[in-house]
């Protein structure tokens, strides 16, 4: 078993010593066994070439290759070691967490192949070639360090930069992860790594995934997608949630996509979009405060004593990141129980459930009794909040058809 960290920078030369130039990187191939395929080398005058890994002799202080060795391009459904893996965050699929790629352990018995990855601390270390000495560092005290190892069948790559790969067979693992959680992940990458995601799970498990991400990556997802694999997805949406995600799409985008819906769904979603055009507006409140997603519990609490003296109420606050785009909500009780230096960042709820200015009030309404949350803020299309609009708000509305 070897690290990658052991191996990059090696050099590399033939058979017959004669210097090819130094390990930059290693393709493999994205698959349940990840063999190696390539060998990316840095020649003297820094050009990148990829060398059939078949040309590998051995690999001791330097790295021996056949002097007949071929070049390779970069093949369908294979990935670059350091680009597309190392330093990379994943999902630990047994953990069902995202965690970082610190190192890559690779199998040198029966064939070269990477067999996971070194997520703990001792890998950076390793880097540092400093590893030795924590691990006496920690022996003295009897503490013993050892590395934080994920097989590859654990895991899963956030980023998929290459469009053709496909990492097989990690449907049902992935699908163990929550849908919330995955789309909370999912939301660090971008539309394109989201796609190929959405392409790997069941069509209902992934229209869950897409019902838990914001509405600019809906918007986005759904935008690029046919007609056809739109109103496929929609099938599984909850109705008001689909006509959020209509709303946001192009008018002559959503009346292509509305006709292929099945009969039962195409009424309902037809008959809210129709509620649509009574817009909330009219019922917003400015009676909210936002903090920044830094602020401390210490500084949210000075700015409640400060902004917050001529609200008739105040249970939750809402964070906005540095572009002031709605990021997160918590409540008082949340807020009273943390340190005062506590960031707010890191005990806020990120999956905020919001409506816009066209959501209809009945969706709102349903929105309120599913999530059992009697305020709604209210986003622009570039998520930065307007107002907010409470139960009392939408409660003549209830009233009148009851």
């Known amino acids: 078993m070897l690290y990658f960290s052991e191996l990059k920078g090696k050099k590399v030369s033939t058979e017959d010593g004669i210097l090819v130039g130094f390990l930059e990187d290693l393709i493999f191939q994205a698959d349940q ?3 190696l395929t390539k060998l990316v080398v840095r020649t003297p005058n820094r050009e990148k070439i990829s060398i059939l890994f078949n040309a590998l002799i051995r690999i001791d202080q330097s790295i021996r290759i056949n002097k007949q060795y071929n070049l390779g391009d970069l093949e369908e459904n294979e990935l670059f070691l350091v680009k597309n893996l190392l330093d990379k965050q994943i999902i ?8 970082r790629v610190n190192d890559v352990v690779i199998q040198d018995k029966e064939g070269w192949y990477i067999s996971g990855v070194d997520i703990g601390t001792l890998a950076i270390f390793r880097w540092l070639k400093l590893d030795r000495l924590l691990i006496r560092a920690h022996a003295a005290f009897g503490i013993r360090i050892k590395s934080h190892f994920l097989s590859w ?11 053709k790969v496909v990492l097989k067979k990690r449907e049902e693992r992935l699908q163990q992860v929550r849908s919330e959680d995955l789309a909370d992940y999912l939301e660090r990458t971008n539309v394109r790594n989201i796609k190929k995601f959405l392409d790997i799970l069941d069509d209902k498990f992934s229209a869950d995934v897409i019902s838990h991400l914001n509405i600019n990556y809906q918007s986005a997802i759904f935008r690029s997608f046919t007609p056809e694999k739109a109103a496929k997805a929609l099938q599984f949406v909850d109705a008001d949630e689909a006509v959020d995600i209509l709303l946001s799409l192009p008018s002559k985008k959503r009346q292509q996509i509305i006709p292929l819906l099945p009969d039962a769904k195409k009424q309902e979603i037809i008959y809210l979009l129709d509620l649509s055009k009574t817009p909330i507006g009219k019922l917003i409140t400015s009676e909210y405060l936002t903090v920044d997603s830094g ?4 500084q949210t609490i000075a700015k409640i004593r400060l902004q917050s003296q001529d609200f ?9 990141n540095q572009e002031k785009q709605l990021v997160g909500v918590f409540n008082l009780h949340e807020l009273l129980i943390q340190n005062p230096d506590t960031p707010v960042y890191k005990f806020m709820v990120q999956n905020v459930i919001v409506v816009h200015l066209s959501t209809p009030e ?4 349903k929105k309120m009794l599913k999530y059992k949350i009697f305020a709604l803020p209210v986003i622009d299309i570039n998520k930065k909040m307007i107002g907010l609009i409470t139960f009392d708000d939408v409660a003549d509305f209830i009233m009148k058809n009851i």
């Not at 630990?92 to 965690?99: A, I, Q, S, T």
């Not at 008739?312 to 906005?320: C, E, P």
């Open 295 to 298: 602020d401390t519990v210490g």
């Open 33 to 35: 066994l990840p063999r």
């Open 153 to 163: 069948g654990d895991i899963q790559p956030l980023e998929l930069s290459r469009g």
């Open 362 to 365: 009945e969706i709102a309404i």
């Open 92 to 99: 630990d699929l047994k953990g069902h967490k995202v965690v």
């Open 312 to 320: 008739s109420f105040l249970d939750h606050i809402y964070v906005v």
